[in-house]
């Protein structure tokens, strides 16, 4: 199944995307994902991220499932934000790791040589 965003609309502090999903035969549905706009700020998600999560949300849901529509939930939210968490410190680990020590001679691939 491929989903395809077709668009969004403002629903009292949700943000509402709809999808329409293809199957391999190529029949077509519609299906809709809910987020609420509010956690999205507790968790530091930001609303660009929102189309991309939402799909992930529907592609996780299996094909076997008839529901339309979907909620992004607190939990989906929470773990997100601790998987990216957890992805920024390992990058920032990584980048503290890769520094070498300064050497006596800094600057001298471009200075001119000291004349005595």
Known sequence: M???LIGFKQD????????????????????????DLALTRKYGIRVQELPLLCRGLLERSGEGEQASTLTF???EMCLHARTCTAARD????KRKSTRRPPTNQTGSGWRAPQQS
């Open 2 to 4: 491929q989903f395809t």
């Open 12 to 35: 009292t502090g949700f943000r509402v995307f709809a999808f329409e999903g293809t199957a391999a035969d190529r029949t077509r549905n519609e299906y809709t994902v809910r987020a």
């Open 90 to 93: 390992a990058a920032a680990q």
């Open 73 to 75: 939930t607190e939990e």
